[in-house]
């Protein structure tokens, strides 16, 4: 999962539920596995709502219709525009390895869960917050055009939006950002200054 991250230019994956909690993201009983495959918990995102009680496939919900159905694949869709307050519910992680194994870089929300949004940043997704108006702008140019791109450019904070131009800047904390671009996780990040760690313990 720890891809260095730079530039993300993507086709999205509209998914307009506010409050779209964990348990919705991934189900409670997947919480019992001990597998850290990124495929099993991929194939868990959104079970039980793109899903009946039969495992039958919701036809209206968006993950189900194209070209939206589509095989994740690297490049396709790996940006999800997501609804207000993303990630609220428990603190559970396998939500955000659920995005993660299903092939998706970024998401994108008007609003966040503060424990979800760590989360997804320790899974190397990147949550992005910009305005509820810019928000509303990408589920309309997506609605319009399913194949619109937008462009998530991590080392100038922006999100742009291709079809109409429009731009916003995001907020990142500068420890996670370097994280992200050099492809490092916390310990990772430990190992790569133990010289200086080191050093200043003999001090």
Same mark, same amino acid.
């Given at each position: *999962?720890?891809?260095? /991250?730079?530039?993300?230019?993507?086709?999205? !994956?509209?998914?307009?539920?506010?409050? @779209? +909690?964990?348990?919705?993201?991934?189900?409670?009983?997947?919480?019992?596995?001990?597998?850290?495959?990124?495929? /099993?918990?991929?194939?868990?995102? *959104?079970?039980?709502?793109?899903? @009946?009680? @039969?495992? $039958?496939?919701?036809?209206?919900?968006? *993950?189900?219709?194209?070209?939206?159905?589509?095989?994740?694949?690297?490049?396709?869709? $790996?940006?999800?525009?997501?609804?207000?307050?993303?990630?609220?519910?428990?603190?559970?992680?396998?939500?955000?390895?659920?995005?993660?194994?299903?092939?998706?870089?970024?998401?994108?929300?008007?609003?966040?869960?503060?424990?979800?949004?760590?989360?997804?940043?320790?899974?190397?997704?990147?949550?992005?917050?910009?305005?509820?108006?810019?928000?509303?702008?990408?589920?309309?140019?997506?609605? &319009?055009?399913?194949?619109?791109?937008?462009?998530?450019?991590?080392? +100038?904070?922006?999100?742009?939006? $291709?079809?109409?131009?429009?731009?916003?800047? /995001?907020?990142?904390?500068?420890?996670? &950002?370097?994280?992200? *671009?050099?492809?490092?996780?916390?310990?990772?990040? !430990?190992?790569?200054?133990?010289?200086?760690?080191?050093?200043? $313990?003999?001090?």
């Amino acid at each position: *999962m720890n891809k260095k /991250f730079n530039i993300i230019k993507s086709t999205c !994956l509209p998914i307009a539920i506010d409050n @779209n +909690n964990t348990d919705n993201i991934i189900p409670a009983r997947y919480l019992a596995f001990t597998t850290r495959d990124p495929k /099993f918990y991929g194939d868990a995102f *959104m079970h039980d709502i793109r899903y @009946n009680a @039969n495992n $039958e496939p919701v036809a209206d919900f968006v *993950m189900n219709k194209a070209p939206f159905n589509e095989t994740p694949a690297e490049g396709v869709r $790996e940006i999800i525009i997501g609804g207000k307050n993303w990630g609220s519910g428990s603190s559970r992680e396998h939500a955000a390895w659920a995005i993660a194994g299903y092939g998706i870089r970024v998401v994108i929300s008007s609003s966040f869960a503060d424990i979800h949004r760590n989360n997804l940043l320790n899974c190397f997704v990147l949550p992005v917050i910009v305005t509820p108006e810019f928000q509303a702008e990408l589920f309309a140019t997506v609605d &319009k055009d399913p194949n619109a791109i937008v462009t998530v450019d991590l080392p +100038n904070q922006t999100v742009t939006n $291709e079809a109409t131009g429009k731009s916003e800047k /995001f907020d990142i904390n500068g420890y996670k &950002k370097y994280c992200l *671009m050099n492809g490092l996780d916390d310990i990772d990040f !430990l190992l790569e200054n133990q010289d200086k760690i080191v050093a200043w $313990e003999n001090k």
